[in-house]
């Protein structure tokens, strides 16, 4: 009977893990998150400033937030859609006493409010970036910047292109940097 149970469980899990993952790749892109590594090589080139408000959009475990947060000195915002990696990204900023600089909020990307942005990170796939363009050209203000991690976006102002030197990984070594 605890087998039958079991392994209903462990199937009701996996459909769960599947539908979230399928869900996401739909909406801009699944739960993979850049290397420690390469996103601490990009923080390092964007050039925050204390004070300045970075966005993530589609934010995972928070990473990029928690860094900027403890390097830089910014005010952090992450939206992220799937609730158990958000609650991860919750849970780590607390453990880096970041809980107060890093907002993290359980919502779709695309109805995020972008007017106080400085500098907005993302890191989906390309037709997610198709759809997040139009947004960042309709609400960006002037002289923020947008680092896109790995795909290209489509209509806004390329500034430069950042290069990672190679680690062991073969993950995309470049983020691309634009303004509105
Ligand atoms: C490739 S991961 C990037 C995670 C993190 N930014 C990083 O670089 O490590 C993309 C994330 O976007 C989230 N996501 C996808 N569509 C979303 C949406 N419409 N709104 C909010 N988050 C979304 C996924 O759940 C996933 O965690």
Redesign the pocket.
């Known amino acids: 009977m605890v087998l039958v149970i079991l392994f209903y469980a462990l199937q009701i899990t996996l459909l769960a893990c599947a539908g979230i993952f399928m869900w ?1 790749w739909f ?8 290397p420690h590594h390469i996103m601490e090589s990009i923080v390092k080139k964007i050039d925050l400033q204390p004070g300045q408000v970075i966005y ?1 959009l ?3 475990d928070a ?2 937030l928690i860094h900027a947060c403890k390097k830089y000195k910014v005010t952090a915002i992450g ?4 609730p158990i ?1 958000l609650l991860v990204g919750k849970l780590k900023a607390a453990l880096a006493r970041c809980g107060t600089q890093v907002h993290l909020v359980l919502g ?3 109805k995020a409010p972008l007017r106080n942005a400085d500098v907005v990170f993302v ?2 796939l390309p037709h ?1 970036m198709r759809r997040l363009s139009r947004k960042l050209l309709a609400e960006l203000p002037a002289g923020a910047r947008v680092v896109s ?1 790995g795909a290209q976006i489509p209509d806004l102002t390329f500034v430069k292109t950042i290069t990672v030197k190679k680690g062991k990984l073969t993950y995309p070594l470049t983020a691309h940097v634009y303004t509105r």
């Not at 939206?79 to 799937?82: D, L, M, V």
Request: charged share 15%.
């Open positions: 996401t909406s801009g892109g699944p739960y993979t998150p850049i993530d589609g934010a995972g990473r990029v939206y992220e859609i799937n990696v779709d990307l695309y890191h989906l997610g991690y």
